[in-house]
C-alpha cells in the first residue's frame, strides 16, 4: 500500500469537492493535522474510517486503497491488489507495534530491576552504615603518630621484683600502698591498684592482667541483633564468629597490635551501594568495633624484641606531666600498666622498667 500515493488522491478529491483539510476532517469527527498527515503520506487512517471517506469523496474502498480511479473492468484486479495491499500493510503495523511492545516491556522490566536493585542497595546502605564518630580524625592522627622500639629481657635479682600472679616487674612501689585489687584465680582480668600520698598529692600505679583473645567479641552487647551469639544457624543473617574470625585472617589481624596498625590506615571505611551485603556487614563490624575499643591517643610506641605490645600516650595531668599506659601480649593475655607517677612520665624510664619484666 502506497501512502504516498493514496494522500495525493485524497488531496485531489478533496479539492475537486471544494472541501478544505478542516471541512474533511470536520465531518470525520477527527483533528485538521490528521487529514494533513494522510495527504502528505505520513500515516493512513484508521480502518474505520475507510467507509466514511469513500462516501464523502464518492469513490469506492478499491480505489481509496489503490489511490487511484479503477476503470470497471479492472475492479476485480484491483480489488485483490487493494485487499493484499491492505493485509501486508496491516501485517507490518501489527509487526511494529509487537517490537515496540517488547521494547516497551523489556525497558520497563529493566527500569524496574534498578529500582528494586538500588532500593534493596539503599536499604542495606541504611542498615549497615554507622555514623561517623567526631573522634575519628584524633584516633587516626594519633595511632599515625608511631614508632618502633626493640626491648631485650634482663633478668634481677630475686628480691628486686614485684609478683603479681604470673607477672613480675622490677619493684617500683617505694613508698606506695595497696589500695584494692581483684585477682580471683578464675576471673578473666585482675588488677593490682597502688596508692601514694604525698601532701595533697596522690599518685597511683595499676597494674592489669586480662585475658583476651583478640576476635572482635568487645562490641557484642551494642548490638546483638547484628552480632548474633556466633550461631549462624540460630541468626544466619548475623556477622557471626565465622565472618569475624575470617574479617582478622584476611586482612592478617592476629592480636590488637596488627588491629591498631590497621585501623591507623582503614578507619574510618565508608559503605556504598555498589558494594555487596556481606562487605557492608564487615565495614560496619570493623567501624563499630573501633569506635568502642580504640583509645583516643597522642601517639603510639610499638614494642618489639622479646616483647611484642604498644606504650601509649594518653595525655598529660595536671602538672603538665605525660601519662601512658603499656599493654604487653604473652599466650592470649595481656599485662598492662598505666600511673601519674611522674617517673612514668619518661618513655625512657618506661622502656628501661619493660625490660625487667618476666611473665612465666
Given at each position: 500500500?502506497?501512502?504516498?500515493?493514496?494522500?495525493?488522491?485524497?488531496?485531489?478529491l478533496?479539492?475537486?469537492?471544494?472541501?478544505?483539510?478542516?471541512?474533511?476532517a470536520?465531518?470525520?469527527h477527527i483533528?485538521?493535522?490528521?487529514?494533513?498527515k494522510?495527504e502528505?503520506?505520513?500515516?493512513?487512517?484508521d480502518?474505520?474510517?475507510?467507509?466514511?471517506?469513500?462516501?464523502?469523496?464518492?469513490i469506492?474502498?478499491?480505489e481509496?486503497?489503490?489511490g487511484?480511479?479503477?476503470?470497471?473492468?479492472?475492479?476485480k484486479?484491483?480489488t485483490?491488489n487493494?485487499?493484499k495491499?491492505t493485509?501486508?500493510?496491516?501485517n507490518?503495523?501489527i509487526?511494529k507495534?509487537?517490537?515496540?511492545?517488547?521494547?516497551?516491556t523489556?525497558?520497563?522490566?529493566?527500569?524496574?530491576?534498578?529500582?528494586?536493585?538500588f532500593?534493596?542497595?539503599?536499604f542495606?546502605?541504611h542498615?549497615?552504615?554507622?555514623?561517623?564518630?567526631?573522634s575519628?580524625?584524633?584516633?587516626i592522627?594519633?595511632?599515625?603518630?608511631?614508632k618502633?622500639?626493640?626491648?631485650?629481657?634482663?633478668t634481677?635479682?630475686?628480691d628486686?621484683?614485684?609478683?603479681?600472679?604470673?607477672?613480675k616487674?622490677r619493684?617500683?612501689?617505694?613508698?606506695y600502698?595497696?589500695?584494692?585489687?581483684?585477682?580471683?584465680?578464675d576471673?578473666?582480668s585482675?588488677?593490682?591498684?597502688?596508692?601514694?600520698?604525698?601532701?595533697?598529692?596522690?599518685?597511683t600505679?595499676?597494674?592489669?592482667i586480662?585475658?583476651?583473645?583478640f576476635?572482635?567479641?568487645e562490641?557484642?552487647a551494642?548490638?546483638?541483633d547484628f552480632?548474633?551469639?556466633?550461631?549462624?544457624?540460630?541468626?544466619?543473617?548475623a556477622?557471626?564468629?565465622?565472618?569475624r574470625k575470617?574479617?582478622l585472617?584476611?586482612?592478617?589481624?592476629n592480636?590488637?597490635?596488627?588491629?591498631?596498625k590497621?585501623?591507623?590506615?582503614?578507619?574510618?571505611v565508608?559503605?556504598?551501594?555498589?558494594m555487596?551485603?556481606?562487605?557492608?556487614?564487615?565495614?560496619?563490624a570493623?567501624n563499630?568495633f573501633?569506635s568502642?575499643?580504640i583509645?583516643e591517643?597522642?601517639?603510639v610506641?610499638?614494642?618489639k624484641?622479646?616483647y611484642?605490645?604498644?606504650?601509649?600516650?594518653?595525655?598529660?595531668?595536671?602538672?603538665?606531666?605525660?601519662?601512658?599506659?603499656?599493654?604487653i601480649?604473652?599466650?592470649?593475655?595481656?599485662y598492662?600498666?598505666?600511673s601519674?607517677?611522674?617517673?612514668?612520665?619518661?618513655?625512657d624510664?618506661?622502656?628501661?622498667?619493660?625490660?625487667t619484666?618476666?611473665?612465666?
Amino acid at each position: 500500500m502506497n501512502q504516498e500515493k493514496i494522500g495525493k488522491f485524497i488531496a485531489e478529491l478533496r479539492k475537486e469537492k471544494n472541501l478544505t483539510q478542516e471541512e474533511l476532517a470536520n465531518k470525520l469527527h477527527i483533528t485538521k493535522n490528521a487529514v494533513s498527515k494522510w495527504e502528505r503520506g505520513l500515516s493512513m487512517m484508521d480502518m474505520s474510517l475507510l467507509i466514511p471517506v469513500c462516501d464523502i469523496l464518492e469513490i469506492s474502498i478499491t480505489e481509496l486503497l489503490n489511490g487511484e480511479r479503477v476503470e470497471s473492468e479492472k475492479i476485480k484486479e484491483q480489488t485483490d491488489n487493494a485487499i493484499k495491499n491492505t493485509l501486508k500493510y496491516s501485517n507490518e503495523k501489527i509487526k511494529k507495534s509487537r517490537i515496540k511492545s517488547i521494547i516497551f516491556t523489556t525497558i520497563l522490566i529493566v527500569v524496574l530491576s534498578f529500582g528494586l536493585f538500588f532500593g534493596y542497595k539503599l536499604f542495606l546502605l541504611h542498615k549497615y552504615t554507622l555514623k561517623r564518630p567526631d573522634s575519628v580524625d584524633k584516633v587516626i592522627a594519633g595511632l599515625k603518630n608511631s614508632k618502633d622500639v626493640k626491648i631485650y629481657k634482663r633478668t634481677l635479682p630475686e628480691d628486686e621484683y614485684l609478683t603479681l600472679d604470673n607477672f613480675k616487674i622490677r619493684n617500683v612501689l617505694d613508698g606506695y600502698e595497696l589500695d584494692r585489687k581483684h585477682d580471683d584465680q578464675d576471673a578473666p582480668s585482675k588488677y593490682y591498684i597502688y596508692r601514694k600520698k604525698e601532701g595533697d598529692k596522690t599518685t597511683t600505679i595499676q597494674f592489669n592482667i586480662v585475658e583476651k583473645e583478640f576476635q572482635l567479641n568487645e562490641a557484642f552487647a551494642s548490638d546483638l541483633d547484628f552480632y548474633g551469639d556466633g550461631d549462624s544457624s540460630m541468626n544466619p543473617k548475623a556477622f557471626n564468629s565465622a565472618d569475624r574470625k575470617f574479617f582478622l585472617l584476611k586482612n592478617d589481624i592476629n592480636n590488637e597490635i596488627d588491629f591498631y596498625k590497621y585501623v591507623a590506615d582503614h578507619y574510618y571505611v565508608e559503605n556504598n551501594i555498589f558494594m555487596d551485603r556481606r562487605t557492608m556487614m564487615e565495614n560496619y563490624a570493623f567501624n563499630l568495633f573501633a569506635s568502642i575499643a580504640i583509645p583516643e591517643v597522642k601517639g603510639v610506641t610499638y614494642i618489639k624484641g622479646d616483647y611484642e605490645g604498644a606504650i601509649f600516650e594518653i595525655g598529660t595531668d595536671d602538672n603538665n606531666v605525660k601519662i601512658y599506659s603499656v599493654g604487653i601480649m604473652r599466650d592470649g593475655r595481656e599485662y598492662g600498666f598505666v600511673s601519674n607517677d611522674p617517673r612514668f612520665g619518661n618513655i625512657d624510664y618506661l622502656i628501661d622498667l619493660i625490660g625487667t619484666i618476666e611473665i612465666r
